[in-house]
């Protein structure tokens, strides 16, 4: 697998005493036309039998955590990329804003 094609970040919940699991990915945003797509998070429940799962309060609070910890890290990363492209298009505003 090409490294485009991999997450930045993911973590992966396995449930006991089923084959449920659930896959938490952060994904950075391509580029297309020239300009950079938002990076996104993923979240994908499989289970063979039912198509969902249960968690107690634990992994809930878990996954809550990361999925916010992963929002906040995509938004800076946007955030970063817009303002690199931002001052490779204005140089002459970039070196007045430093």
């Given at each position: 697998m090409s490294e485009q094609n991999r997450p930045i970040k993911a973590h992966q919940f396995r449930f006991a005493?089923?084959?449920a699991k659930l896959d938490v990915s952060f994904?950075?945003?391509?580029?297309?036309d020239g300009k950079a797509l938002p990076s996104s998070v993923s979240v994908r429940i499989t289970d063979s039998d039912k198509?969902?799962?249960s968690m107690n309060p634990e992994?809930?609070?878990a996954v809550s955590a990361i999925l916010q910890r992963y929002a906040s890290e995509a938004?800076?990363?946007d955030t970063?990329?817009?303002?690199?492209?931002w001052?490779?298009?204005n140089p002459q505003a970039a070196l007045a804003t430093a």
């Open positions: 005493y089923t084959d994904w950075e945003g391509k580029e297309k198509g969902s799962v992994n809930a609070l938004l800076e990363l970063q990329r817009r303002l690199s492209a001052k490779t298009r």
